[in-house]
């Protein structure tokens, strides 16, 4: 025992020493990213942009930026497409989609996004695995689905959960005019913040909470009030008894999309018709004509979700991509702390014509909306709630504003005359606080779901063709067999795809310059030494079509029966797995 625990030691020592050194020949003792960007704080829309062109210089090699179209307002919605030019085109590759900020207050998707490429490009010659990423995969990166809502919500006075729409404008009130009660900053600090009124006692329908007078608490039976709640900050604008009632846009994006798509009356933002607005038919015209992306990954925010669909309760998933799916979302929650992984409709609630359910439920493709931020991250942990679940979140609120940003995040109640309600007073919390992150925890917000995308597309369907067995059944006929293994999680085409023959599916060619094919088809694995029970192809035997791909973590045996002599090529193509080419020999 003596003996093996000196071992030990020794071995620990030696590797001790031999990483320390490693660490010090690498930029004397510390890494120094080639392009330093600050990951404590949020960026405009130009600045995302600004910070992709920076990335395009310091890595030409690695990255192009196209346009995909404009805004309403004319802002360039930009793709940054990531991958190591060197090893092939990127339409050649299998690829993964990555988007943030389909809703204009739901920032730091955009941020998670660039995130993504710089952490990969800055680690691809120390990084095996992100080398890996860059050379066998695409990443096609569009930071911001809404470059309106994003900066409307930067530059202008808002709420936490305001410009959540784009700018396209819409009569919300259904009085004939566009835009025209929007929200008013009143005192001018450009945040939208809560109006409240001192009023006799019992005239009230809320009093000051006892502990906390920044907190008003409903009056609950014989209990008098003596506040009144009067609403977002604001005026009538257009003298209809509401306030701020039609303000900037007024739709949700995220329900303009082509599966399950309903009207405006049954499903609330949806638009005239599917891809009706700009920025949503620009996405679809890129993503429908790149059908090498196999994995997509939309950020949103908050509540710490990992969502898949359906997004109602009728449409129904294959269980072979169910089982995909969960593998994919409970590592996702090893990765995500205090993060759920979710279905839509079960879990949260009813969505028609979103973005993830129509890239899958329409295209095939596996895809996840994270929703980023968990409000049990501001203390690393839950905390126990009292009272109702309103003033149990403001009172932790206002804990977390109080003692950790030293009261930044809240501004006090304070007088207003107002042109209708007279005194009043304005306070709450401003617009960085409950939906995003606080500057000092982005980084590992996006560092955590970043990478939560590289292990996606590090599951992206790895199609090998094992060598060709060849047997001489004598006579001149040949039994020639090929194994299609796939190492990854992914399936090389998903159930729902195979299902509704969505794309195409993938192919394996058999050619010979004196090759004659007799049949071609599948053996199971299981059908491995079996090989009269081969499904065979009914036309062209040639080509043996793989409806359902290959699976994951799996294989199937493409077998044909053949004469002729001399050498001979198989040929494997996917429009979600990179193509393979293996040689052979009849006689050989």
């Not at 299998?94 to 952490?119: F, S």
């Not at 995909?324 to 090893?334: M, S």
């Not at 992984?341 to 129509?358: E, Q, R, S, T």
């Not at 199971?524 to 030494?529: G, K, Y």
Request: with cysteine; hydrophobic share 35%.
């Amino acid at each position: 025992m003596h003996y093996s625990f000196k071992k030990i030691l020794l071995a620990t020592a030696a590797v001790c020493a031999t990483s320390f050194s490693l660490f010090a020949q690498e930029e004397g003792g510390r890494w120094e990213p080639k392009v330093e960007i600050p990951w404590n704080r949020y960026y405009t829309h130009g600045e995302l942009l600004d910070n992709m062109k920076r990335l395009q210089k310091a890595y030409p090699k690695f990255v192009k930026i196209v346009d995909i179209g404009e805004s309403y307002e004319g802002r360039p919605m930009r793709v940054m497409v990531l991958t190591n030019q060197k090893t092939g085109k990127d339409i050649d590759k299998p690829a993964m989609w990555v988007d943030g900020n389909v809703h204009g207050n739901e920032v730091q998707g955009g941020e998670a996004a660039i995130y993504l490429a710089w952490w990969l490009l800055e680690h691809y010659d120390t990084n095996e695995r992100a080398q890996n990423l860059l050379d066998s995969r695409t990443f096609y990166i569009l930071p911001s689905q809404n470059p309106d809502g994003r900066d409307h919500w930067f530059n202008s006075a808002n709420t936490q959960s305001s410009s959540r729409t784009g700018t396209t404008p819409t009569d919300n009130d259904r009085d004939g005019l566009f835009d025209e009660d929007d929200m008013d900053d009143l005192d001018g600090d450009g945040e939208i913040l809560t109006m409240r009124k001192k009023v006799a006692l019992g005239q009230g329908t809320h009093r000051l909470d006892q502990d906390d007078p920044r907190i008003l608490v409903p009056v609950q039976g014989e209990q008098q009030g003596d506040y009144l709640v009067l609403g977002q900050e604001g005026i009538d604008n257009d003298g209809d008894g509401r306030v701020n009632e039609d303000g900037k846009g007024g739709y949700d994006m995220n329900r303009n999309w082509p599966s399950d798509w309903q009207p405006n009356h049954l499903q609330y933002g949806a638009g005239d018709f599917p891809f009706s607005y700009p920025e949503t038919a620009n996405v679809g015209r890129f993503i429908l004509a790149h059908p090498n992306i196999a994995a997509v990954q939309s950020f949103h925010n908050s509540g710490g979700m990992l969502l898949r669909g359906p997004g109602a309760d009728y449409v129904s998933y294959p269980p072979a991509d169910i089982r995909t799916y969960d593998a994919l979302g409970e590592e996702g929650e090893l990765i995500l702390p205090f993060y759920n992984y979710l279905i839509i409709y079960k879990d949260l609630y009813n969505v028609h014509g979103g973005f993830v359910n129509w890239t899958y439920e329409g295209l095939g493709i596996f895809s996840f909306t994270n929703e980023l931020w968990a409000s049990q991250q501001y203390w690393g942990k839950d905390r126990e709630r009292t009272g109702g679940w309103f003033t149990s979140n403001t009172i932790q609120s206002l804990e977390f504003s109080d003692s950790v940003n030293l009261g930044e995040l809240y501004v006090d109640w304070h007088s207003f005359d107002h042109p209708e309600h007279g005194e009043i007073e304005i306070g709450g919390f401003k617009r960085q606080h409950g939906r995003v992150a606080p500057s000092f925890m982005i980084e590992e917000m996006i560092h955590r779901n970043a990478l939560f995308c590289a292990r996606h597309a590090e599951e992206i369907a790895d199609v090998s063709m094992e060598a060709p067995v060849v047997e001489d059944l004598g006579n001149g006929l040949y039994r020639i067999t090929v194994d299609m293994v796939n190492s990854a999680l992914m399936p090389s085409r998903s159930a729902m795809a195979a299902q509704n023959e969505i794309g195409t599916p993938d192919h394996v060619v058999l050619q010979g310059k004196n090759l004659q094919v007799l049949v071609g088809g599948t053996l199971s694995s299981r059908d491995r030494f079996r090989p009269e029970r081969l499904n065979s192809m009914l036309r062209n035997p040639a080509t043996v079509q793989l409806e359902g791909g290959v699976p994951g973590h799996g294989r199937i045996l493409v077998s044909w029966l053949v004469r002729g002599s001399g050498k001979f090529t198989v040929e494997y193509t996917a429009q979600k797995a990179e193509n393979s080419a293996t040689e052979g020999e009849l006689g050989s």
